[in-house]
C-alpha cells in the first residue's frame, strides 16, 4: 500500500517581515511543493497571532487554488467551534465548484487562538465550543444531503452543488478525536506535532482502524530536512513550546512562554506552565524517509502532513524541497506517490 507526503503551512511572519511577505511567502511555497510533487498544502486558521497571518484558511484557499493548478488545496483546518456548520458547508462547497477534485475540508477541534480572540468570534452568537460533536455531525449531514426528516433543518440545501465533493478531514490529537472521525465516516489526521506521546498516537491510531467504516488514517507531524544528520539535529535541539494547563482541566500548547502567560491571564482560572521540547524528525531526507515508512508499515498512516517550525525562512524552504516526493521516492515513484 503506498502514502503520500503533503504540507502545512501557517504562513509564519518572520523577523523584519510583514503579513504580506508571509502570505507571498506562502503562495510561492505552494507552487514549489505543486513543482516537487506534493499531493496536498494546507493552511491553518490562527487569530490575534503577530507570529503568523493564516487567519482565514477559505480566503486563502481560493487565492492558492487560483495561483496554482493541480495540487489539492485545504485547510488545516477550520476551527469549528466558532462558526455555523451550513456556512462552513457553503464555503467549500464554492470553492470545490471553482475548482472541483482539488479542495479539502480539514476541521479542527481548538479555539485557534487565546480566550480574547475566542471571545471575539463567539461574541454575539449562542456558540460555546461545548457541542463540537453535534456541529460535526450536523457538517457532514449538511454536504452530503443526508439531514433527517423531523430535523429543523431538514431540506436546506448548501448551494452552490459542487460537480466533486471536498474531501473531508478531522484533525486531532487524541482516541476521543480518532473515534469521534471513525463515528462520523471522516478521514482522521493525527496531529503529532501537538501530541508526540507514543503511547496516545496508539491509543488513536488503533481506535481508528478499528472503528472506521471509510476514511483514511493521516500523521502530521514536525520534520526538518538537511544535507547532513548533525546539521539538522542541531537546528532543532533548542525548539521548545510551552504547555498551559488551567484548573478546569483544559490544555492548549503555545510557542511561547509569553504567549502561555497571556493565555493563562485571559482565561479567568489558575493555570500551571510547563516547557516542552518540540519532538521534531530531523535528518538526512533518507532519514527522514525510514522514519515515515515506519509509520507507514507499522500503523498504517497512509499519508503524512509535513510541518516545519524553523525560525529561517531559507532553511525550512530547503528542508521542504530536500523532501520532494519527486526526488525523495524518484527510483519508486509509481509505488509511493499517485
Known amino acids: 500500500m503506498a502514502y503520500k507526503i503533503s504540507l502545512l503551512d501557517q504562513s509564519p511572519i518572520f523577523e523584519n517581515e510583514s ?6 511567502h506562502t503562495v510561492q511555497l505552494a507552487q514549489s511543493a505543486e513543482k516537487w510533487g506534493y499531493y496536498r498544502f494546507w493552511v491553518s486558521e490562527h487569530h490575534n497571532a503577530e507570529q503568523l497571518a493564516g487567519s482565514s484558511p477559505e480566503v486563502l484557499i481560493a487565492y492558492l487554488l487560483a495561483k496554482t493548478n493541480k495540487i489539492r488545496i485545504g485547510s488545516g483546518g477550520v476551527m469549528l467551534q466558532h462558526y ?95 473515534e469521534l472521525a471513525a463515528k462520523n465516516g471522516w478521514n482522521y489526521v493525527f496531529a503529532q506535532f501537538i501530541n508526540s506521546d507514543i503511547s496516545i498516537w496508539e491509543e488513536a491510531a488503533q481506535a481508528y482502524q478499528k472503528q472506521k467504516k471509510k476514511g483514511k488514517l493521516v500523521m502530521a507531524l514536525s520534520v526538518f530536512a538537511a544535507s547532513s544528520q548533525k546539521e539538522a539535529e542541531e537546528r532543532v535541539e533548542n525548539q521548545l513550546v510551552h504547555k498551559v494547563f488551567l484548573k478546569s482541566g483544559r490544555s492548549v500548547t503555545v510557542q511561547s512562554f509569553e504567549q502561555a502567560e497571556k493565555f493563562g491571564r485571559e482565561s479567568g482560572e489558575a493555570f500551571q506552565i510547563k516547557e516542552q521540547k518540540i519532538s521534531t524528525v530531523a535528518g538526512t531526507p533518507d532519514y527522514i524517509q525510514e522514519v515515515l515508512t515506519h509509520y507507514h508499515q507499522a500503523y498504517g498512516v497512509e499519508e503524512f502532513i509535513l510541518h516545519t517550525p524553523i525560525e529561517d525562512r531559507r532553511a525550512r524552504f530547503q528542508s521542504f524541497q530536500l523532501l520532494s516526493p519527486i526526488e525523495l521516492f524518484s527510483e519508486k515513484r509509481e509505488e509511493y506517490v499517485s
Open 19 to 24: 503579513a504580506f511577505d508571509s502570505l507571498r
Open 84 to 178: 455555523s456548520p451550513y456556512k462552513v458547508a457553503e464555503n467549500f462547497n464554492a470553492l470545490s465548484s471553482l475548482e472541483p477534485g482539488r479542495v479539502d475540508l480539514g476541521i479542527g477541534k481548538a479555539p485557534g487562538g487565546l480566550p480574547l480572540s475566542t471571545k471575539a468570534l463567539q461574541y454575539g452568537t449562542v456558540n460555546d465550543g461545548h457541542d463540537f460533536e453535534g456541529r460535526l455531525t450536523l457538517l457532514g449531514q449538511i454536504l452530503e444531503n443526508t439531514i433527517p426528516e423531523g430535523h429543523p433543518l431538514s431540506g436546506v440545501k448548501a448551494n452552490p452543488n459542487p460537480p466533486e465533493r471536498p474531501d473531508y478531514y478531522l484533525l486531532g490529537a487524541s482516541a476521543n478525536s480518532a
